[in-house]
């Protein structure tokens, strides 16, 4: 049972910092984490230690229960221990989030507890949170002054991996998303349904707290010395479906839909469209010769391409570009720049398949390909651009 006393310097207010640490088998480690950590936090600043342990089987729960039991009085004013002991082996992410859901401070750090994270940044995390305007600090391995120290090779190379992915496909711009210190305002994540798959809890918290203000300052990881590495195949395949679930989940909020996601599924519809106007553009031609045996075969193809070229203009305004307005003066100078834009990607074909032929010695149907390709390229981005008024990527 808690005290009064403990409930009172519970409430938000009264503690600004909460520090998560999971553990799994860290007893060799735990007690120096935490006196480093109090040693390290600023004179004055009041601390909650949330340890989130899985019934480590060697006892790293009671381990801290005894430490805390043994605080000073005067310790215990300045640093309140906590431990969440859950039924068994549960993930790293899943212990992080089960901590944050307890904390109180209006700020939360996470980091490891087998000394790999060095309590000595701390303060310059708090600081940053304070001073620049940022909600989440990284503590980064990957930029200007960070570094790794201890590890194999393998592993550098499976981390540099991973982070590559994770900033190829989600595109996140934090050059280390994968780490496992971070802090940031408590606030920015209420609201948010976190998956807490596998050990990658600082990725989710990227993806999915829209607008945070990131800054990533760097440390160095140093290899834990005691006890060993929960990391293992298992933590691999878990990494490949959270990467996977967060790429859904961009996918699935449509404002937020990121910009590449956006930007292929126009120039998908913009070439469906192309490839049925070329059907409109032959079927006119031929029913028209067939109906009408006596018009010249060239006022035939005219009549196509310019149905065509309408149909198309029709199509991308409603379906590609989803353009709703259809008052007739904006609707004309639409039409105009697109049938301009269609007549100048015609010049481009023309100029480009008879410059790689003639000067370049290409095989026509190679020139054909790439002269079509730049011609239709350029016409989707000058449409985009200057027809329908849409910025170029997104
Ligand atoms: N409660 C709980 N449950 N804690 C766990 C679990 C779990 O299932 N798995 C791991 N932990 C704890 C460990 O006890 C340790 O304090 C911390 O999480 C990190 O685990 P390690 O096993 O030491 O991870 P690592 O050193 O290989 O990986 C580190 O580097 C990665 C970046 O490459 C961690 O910092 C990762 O968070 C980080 O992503
Ligand atoms: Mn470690």
Known sequence: METPRQEELLKPSRIPLSIVLPTYNESQNITRVIDSIS???PEGTKAEIIVV???SPDGTGSVVADYANRLGQGMKKRLHIEVINRPGKMGLSSAILAGVESACGDVVVV??????HPPQTIPRMLEELAHSKCDIVVASRYIKGGGVSGWPFKRKLMSKGATKIAQYSLGITVKDP???FFAFRRQIIEGI???AIGYKMLLEILVKAKGARIKEIPYTFTNRRLGSSKLDTSTMIDYVRAVWRLYRYGRSAPEEKRRSVRFLSKAGRF???GASGLLVNYLVSFVLTALFPAIWYLHATIAGIALSI???FILNKLWTFEDRDFSAKRTLVQYGMFAGFSAFGALVQLGMVYYLVESQGQSYPLALILAVATASISNFL???KWTFKERVWG
Not at 111 to 116: G, H, P, Q, V, Y
């Open 271 to 273: 070439y469906t469209v």
């Open 39 to 41: 040693d390290s936090i």
């Open 193 to 195: 349904k976190f998956d």
């Open 382 to 384: 000058l449409n985009k």
């Open 111 to 116: 980091m490891d507890s087998d000394m790999s």
């Open 53 to 55: 342990d899985d019934s």
């Open 310 to 312: 309408t149909s198309n």
């Open 178 to 180: 994968m780490s496992g």
